[in-house]
């Protein structure tokens, strides 16, 4: 069973910039999709950025792009995302989740994510003045 922990959220001012990480732990192969969603009060799940391991198909959503950009570090062990430029509609709990076997990215976009196998608990992130 993959387990997914997320950290770096907080609250910071309009304009200002938080980096999430999301430590990855158990089995998993080179076949898989991993990224982040994020779900604000009242509001539907949205998935903001993710990839494919495989063939590093990326996605990331309108209302982050050129914002928000995903990556890892070497041993693809932890993924994160850094959130320039903040907004207080990007104010949401953020979720990393993982499709351990397979490269399909649609859950990201919209379609019910059946495949994704874990979740993070979330991180809170906050963008007031």
């Known amino acids: 069973q993959v387990q997914l922990v997320e950290s770096g959220g907080g609250l910071v001012q309009p304009g200002g910039s938080l980096r999430l990480s999301c430590k990855v732990t158990?089995?998993?192969?080179?076949?898989?999709?991993i990224g982040w969603f994020r779900q604000a009060p009242g509001k539907e799940r949205e998935g903001v950025w993710c990839?494919?391991?495989?063939?590093?198909?990326?996605f990331d959503a309108k209302s982050v792009k050129g914002r928000f950009t995903m990556s890892s570090d070497e041993t693809k062990t932890t993924v994160y995302l850094q959130m320039n430029n903040l907004q207080p509609e990007d104010t949401a709990v953020y979720y990393c989740?993982?499709?351990?076997?397979?490269?399909?990215?649609?859950?990201?976009?919209?379609?019910?994510?059946?495949?994704?196998?874990?979740w993070g608990r979330g991180t809170q992130v906050t963008v007031s003045s």
């Open positions: 989740a993982i499709d351990p076997s397979s490269v399909d990215l649609r859950p990201w976009v919209g379609f019910p994510p059946t495949r994704i196998s874990s």
């Open positions: 158990g089995k998993i192969t080179d076949y898989y999709a």
């Open positions: 990839w494919s391991y495989n063939d590093g198909s990326t």
